[in-house]
């Protein structure tokens, strides 16, 4: 069964913090991705990666940084947490098809919701 | 960013009934998936829908896509209270920058016994 493993399913982390939150894949995907979700607002990109070390900017990287020092682990950093990053965080990873594009479905990880207090 | 916008964002319905949600979306796709999310949980891949496909039925879905109006359609046939989830559609974009998908805010369908 494939599977994407998100570190933590609940987490409380106090203003100014460092957070890290881990992603594991094991189905050899390139993609990975971090998405952070929030009432009325749907899923909204942060980062993602298309391999190892390399990682791209979404649509709010702002506060946020990632690394991927291995393919099947991609790492979401708050730098410095702040109240607004309150939130559902959620890991996804895919198949890479640059060219055909036909079967790029996404898994997800269960998420975890982060309060910053 | 996000471009697909699904309709409506809440949906209330008895077991039995069929459920329809709607997606459009603003620029041209390699594809367009559904999603399921269980309340608090990650989503889960229901069904892909390519750009040259107009039909796509899986167990008790229907997928239809237009791509000349851009819009896409879920119709899940006799609910069940167990079907009651937020539906998310997902664009992969027909772009050379990135492979990230696209969601939409989500419809909210309650399924009442």
């Known amino acids: 069964d494939v599977k994407v493993t998100q570190s933590s399913r609940y987490l409380v982390k106090r203003t100014g913090e460092k957070v890290f939150l881990e992603c594991v894949q094991d189905m050899d995907h390139e993609n990975m991705f971090w998405y952070r979700q929030d009432p009325g607002l749907g899923l909204r990109l942060i980062y993602f990666s298309y391999d190892v070390k390399m990682k791209e900017k979404g649509d709010i990287p702002e506060g946020y940084s990632v690394s991927r020092e291995k393919k099947e682990r991609f790492s979401l950093i708050l730098e410095s947490a702040s109240t607004n990053q309150t939130s559902m965080y959620l890991c996804?990873?895919?198949?890479?098809?640059?060219?055909?594009?036909?079967?790029?479905?996404?898994?997800f990880g269960q998420g975890t919701r982060l309060t910053v207090v | 960013s996000q471009q697909g916008e699904e309709d409506p964002q809440a949906l209330s319905i008895q077991e039995g009934e069929n459920a329809t949600m709607n997606c459009s979306y603003k620029?041209?796709?390699?594809?367009l998936q559904w999603y399921r999310q269980n309340s608090g949980r990650g989503l889960v891949h229901l069904i892909l829908i390519r750009s040259n496909e107009r039909e796509k039925h899986s167990g008790r879905l229907r997928v239809t896509l237009d791509t000349s109006k851009k819009s896409s359609s879920l119709l899940i046939t006799a609910s069940r209270a167990a079907d009651t989830a937020s539906y998310f559609c997902?664009?992969?974009?027909?772009?050379?920058?990135?492979?990230?998908?696209?969601f939409g805010k989500g419809t909210s369908l309650l399924v009442t016994p």
């Open positions: 997902a664009t992969d974009p027909n772009s050379n920058s990135g492979y990230a998908l696209n």
């Open positions: 996804a990873s895919s198949l890479s098809e640059p060219f055909i594009r036909l079967n790029t479905e996404a898994f």
């Open positions: 620029t041209s796709i390699n594809n």
